[in-house]
């Protein structure tokens, strides 16, 4: 973390709860370049999926049979 973000953080906690909940989500707000950007790389990454499935390089699994391996797989990780 840079010394200018602490300085912002540490300035942020002198804010009121509203004016504290305002700078977040202006923060997170993302422009309209931004989001094009954004947008395109999940187009890309949708048509990959979609590639991969369609070309066999990849298995659907079923919800419940993926559910059933991730429960499997934690209870590996109690053990």
């Known amino acids: 973390m840079t010394s ?27 422009d309209e370049a931004e989001q094009a950007e954004v947008d395109a790389a999940w187009d890309e990454e949708i048509d990959r999926r979609v590639d991969e499935i369609m070309t066999g390089k990849v298995e659907l699994v079923d919800g419940e049979e993926t559910i059933a391996i991730a429960r499997a797989r934690l209870a590996e990780r109690r053990k």
């Not at 200018?4 to 993302?30: F, T």
């Open 4 to 30: 200018e973000l602490a300085d912002y953080i540490e300035a942020g906690k002198h804010l009121s709860p509203d004016e504290r909940e305002i700078a977040a989500l202006a923060l997170q707000r993302v």
